[in-house]
């Protein structure tokens, strides 16, 4: 993702913090703003269920594709 930055430049902008470690997994982040992972996995499900039980009302899931992965979407 890119957001543009005080001159209208684009800057890059990670999702997740440190996601090289979460390749080919799904990631459940605190917010947009704060991306510290809760809970990371194969089984969305199971991520995001976790990411409740942890106290989370409501985390972003995000999957991170392994380097080199093509997306169709």
Not at 46 to 66: N, R, S
């Amino acid at each position: 993702m890119h957001v543009l930055d005080k001159r209208g430049a684009m800057e890059q902008y990670a999702l997740v913090n440190n996601a090289d470690q979460y390749s080919g997994q799904y990631v459940a982040v605190r917010s947009f703003a704060d991306r510290t992972v809760i809970s990371h996995g194969a089984e969305p499900l199971a991520v995001l269920t976790e990411a409740k039980e942890k106290g989370v009302a409501d985390p972003v899931l995000i999957f991170v594709p392994e380097q080199n992965m093509i997306h169709i979407y």
